[in-house]
């Protein structure tokens, strides 16, 4: 049964604030703790990890000061500590955080520094993932962890980000921190758990949107005998809205008419799930096969469908076919110009975007073989062959809080480290496979980070499995009205829409028969929702104003002598659009 939207409190921090090892206990027979103090610092300002209450910015503090608690003499990655949540404060089918500060102590690598007459043993600091999740005892007796975000920490802090919800109520739960290796000290500092409010988020970003999406515009209209217009009616309808919102495709899937239907009347772009990269077109070496894509580029044409290449290479060692992982370095260095030449060429002038070389944060196959080079080379070499398509990298959990080896900063190194090797960058692509709930403020976080490339960001691979089609759709809304609200952020792909023609079977948004269950009502609502329709009538000076969404929109004027119709666009610009629409009466 749903709950009441004022049924329990939000934003209320279910931890208490204590000092010392208050509430805090140890995981592992070895395993003690400690309570410290950080000592405040002058350094800047930075955003505190919590949500913001309606009407209220969130707050800011200097980096992490105060109690904190160590783990000591851990025995292994579960060992750590715990903290008990108050018994029945966690409510079934509500979105909580987890947000606070966590870190370890002391890892030191030892090494060699070499210089004068010997060598002398110095320290490296090493950074180790820092967990933090839910164990929960059900009324069956089993109990449960659940992921509630994971960072790359080493002798400082850094930031935990993370969420859970839950489908039962439990018995009893408890938060631990643990995850680094066994005889790594573990802290963690003003740690936080509270419910997230979705409805007042969305009002905030509604604000947001107005102020990233839309213009004020003022149409001048006169007949062309100079004669006032003033009284006559006017309606503005948006035709097409700059924003791009895209869907994966596949060769079954374009055979299915209800599937067709759907995605030409509610998607502006397309990309391939398969069909376009190297182990489908050259699963065999030198045996070339590009018939499946060839297919579905004709069908993105006929249907006037822009295209994004996914994907010309794949970093990932698993998703390499076996005959190229059979090749020796100077093979696989003629394969990779091979791909390249062949690819790029084939299809010059027909992708506006590629992923070059695919989820480089989570795989390294092809620098670890040709050098850290091969990655900014790849991005060189396509832009020669193909000048006009835009450069994407492209990679999962960097919206999700929830992987040390994807977080926003990394990325944002990455992309750095491609752009000193003379790479183009022209986009970053963040995947969104959400499977924990989806929080907005989690989500803006990371876009904040990311956005400091100074490279657009678009969502390209965004789906939301959860089995309840009603919290699907709820998840699906946070990450579209995040997105959508963000100034970087350029444009959303989903990874495919339609029960039984998509990757994940509890994300679809229409059923096997074409019907379109809540999630996708969900969507075309957001779809109606950003796209301006204004009507009135024309002032004294023949003017019409209205606060319209970036695109293109037509202009129906009626008179008593009939109806007239233009066209116009509005582009993103922080001062009002002023139009001349002069008409022939």
């Known amino acids: 049964m749903a709950l009441a939207h004022d049924q329990f409190a939000f934003g209320v921090d279910l931890i208490e604030v204590e000092h010392g090892l208050a509430g805090w206990s140890p995981v592992g027979a070895r395993t003690a703790v400690s309570a410290h103090v950080e000592r405040e610092r002058d350094d800047a300002a930075v955003l505190l990890p919590a949500v913001a209450t309606e009407g209220q910015s969130e707050r800011r503090r200097p980096r992490p000061s105060g109690p904190y608690v160590v783990a000591a003499r851990r025995a292994g990655e579960e060992d750590g500590m715990r903290h008990a949540l108050p018994a029945g404060a966690l409510v079934p089918r509500v979105t909580y955080r987890v947000v606070g500060w966590v870190g370890v102590v002391q890892v030191q690598v030892q090494v060699r520094v070499e210089g004068g007459g010997g060598g002398a043993a110095g320290g490296q600091q090493h950074a180790a993932a820092v967990r933090v ?26 930031e935990i980000n993370g969420a859970f919800r839950l489908r039962t109520r439990p018995l009893a739960a408890a938060v631990h921190v643990c995850g680094a290796p066994a005889g790594v000290d573990v802290k963690v500092m003003d740690l936080q758990v509270f419910a997230t409010d979705r409805k007042a988020r969305f009002r905030q970003l509604k604000e947001e949107t107005d102020k990233v999406r839309k213009r004020e515009v003022v149409l001048k209209f006169g007949g062309g005998t100079g004669t006032t217009m003033s009284g006559a009616s006017v309606r503005v309808a948006q035709l097409e809205n700059r924003f791009p919102f895209g869907s994966c495709i596949n060769k079954t899937a374009i055979q299915n008419p209800r599937f067709v239907d759907f995605f030409c009347d509610n998607f502006d772009w397309a990309v391939f799930e398969n069909e376009l990269k190297w182990y489908s077109t050259e699963p065999q070496r030198g045996r070339l096969d590009y018939r499946d894509a060839d297919e579905l580029v004709g069908f993105c044409e006929r249907h006037g469908k822009p295209a994004r290449g996914h994907c010309i290479f794949w970093a990932v060692d698993g998703d390499v076919q076996q005959w190229v992982k059979d090749l020796g370095r100077d093979d696989l260095a003629s394969a990779v110009h091979g791909r390249l030449n062949g690819l790029l060429s084939r299809y010059a002038g027909r992708f506006r975007h590629y992923d070059v070389n695919n989820e480089m944060l989570h795989g390294r196959f092809y620098r670890d073989r ?64 959400m499977d924990n709930p989806a929080v907005g403020e989690v989500i803006r976080a990371a876009l904040d980070k990311l956005a400091t490339a100074g490279a657009p ?66 969507f075309l609502q957001l779809r109606r929702e950003w796209r301006s329709d204004a009507r009135g009538t024309l002032d004294v000076d023949g003017h019409f104003r209205f606060r319209g969404y970036h695109g293109t929109y037509v202009a129906q004027v009626t008179t008593a002598t009939g109806k007239m119709l233009r066209t116009f666009t509005v582009d993103e610009r922080d001062s009002s659009l002023e139009l001349d629409l002069d008409m022939e009466i």
């Open 457 to 522: 960001i678009w969502v390209t691979e965004l789906d939301v499995s959860e089995p309840d089609v009603s919290l699907r759709a709820d998840d699906l809304e946070v990450v579209l009205r995040e997105a959508y609200a963000h100034p970087a952020v350029e444009g959303v792909m989903l990874w495919g829409f339609m029960q039984g023609l998509m990757w994940r079977q509890d994300a679809y948004l229409v059923d096997a028969d074409g019907a379109i269950n809540e999630a996708g009502r969900r």
């Open 370 to 433: 040709l050098g850290d080079g091969v990655a900014a080379l790849m991005f060189r070499e396509a832009a020669r062959l193909d000048p006009a398509a835009r450069l994407f990298v492209n990679d999962y959990n960097v919206l999700r809080g929830n992987d040390p080896n994807a977080t926003p900063e990394k990325y944002v190194e990455l992309v750095d480290a491609l752009r000193r090797g003379g790479a183009v960058v022209g986009g970053i692509g963040v995947q969104g496979h």
């Open 133 to 158: 999740g839910l164990r929960v005892d059900d009324d069956d007796g089993c109990g449960r962890w659940i992921d509630c975000g994971a960072v790359s920490a080493a002798g400082g802090w850094a």
